[in-house]
């Protein structure tokens, strides 16, 4: 709360001073970062934004110029608008939806495991792939949660990727491996979801 005896002019400088503080501050913490390198990041939790937050950083890589590569792995039968839009940029962005939907869609776990790994195999050739600068595994959280796919042989191979290599997995339930060997986790926190008012998922919304 701004002190009512003070002009206009006082509270101004006053504020200019201390946003400069903030400044100097922040500049010398931004000053001992200096390392550059591709990061692990996993989006999980049970609120909704996981895939989008991760589109989202599909959309800023294509504006720099690099190379994205994307595998669903359980998106994969519905049309979604991420994919008509990217599908403008082949010289950028492969995307690869290897998914048959979830697993009650299918009701046959080992068509679903078969899925799963044939997903994994396109993954790992992308790791590989020194053309990609991100490569984002869309919903591998939800094989890994079902078993489809041993944890410890994704989060080996995930942890030698290479160097420069940014990877992105999104998907609820990520496992304590995951988590572990991650350098940046966000957990998106459920507050309020149409869903459970009778909203059924959108397009523009959802897909």
Not at 56 to 85: D, N
Request: glycine share 8%.
């Amino acid at each position: 709360m701004s002190d009512p005896t003070l002009s206009e002019d006082e509270i101004n400088r006053l504020h200019r001073e201390k946003m400069e503080r903030r400044q100097a501050a922040r500049r010398k913490v931004l000053a001992t970062k200096t390392e550059e390198r591709g990061l692990l990041i996993v989006h999980t939790g049970a609120g909704k934004g996981k895939s989008t937050a991760a589109f989202g950083m599909v959309l800023r890589c294509i504006g720099h110029g690099m190379r994205v590569g994307i595998v669903q792995f359980v998106k994969g039968v519905w049309t979604s608008g991420e994919r008509t839009v990217l599908a403008g940029f082949p010289d950028l962005v492969t995307c690869r939806a290897m998914g048959e939907g979830f697993t009650w869609d299918t009701k046959d776990r080992a068509r679903d495991i078969a899925a799963g790994r044939a997903a994994w195999e396109m993954a790992q050739a992308m790791l590989a792939d020194p053309s990609y600068r991100l490569v984002l595994l869309d919903e591998l959280n939800i094989v890994l949660r079902y078993g489809y796919l041993p944890v410890n042989e994704v989060v080996a191979a995930l942890k030698a990727k290479p160097r420069d290599l940014h990877v992105v997995v999104t998907g609820r339930n990520a496992p304590t491996a995951l988590i572990e060997a991650a350098d940046l986790v966000t957990e998106m926190t459920l507050v309020k979801h149409p869903f459970r008012a009778g909203v059924k998922a959108q397009q523009g919304i959802e897909f």
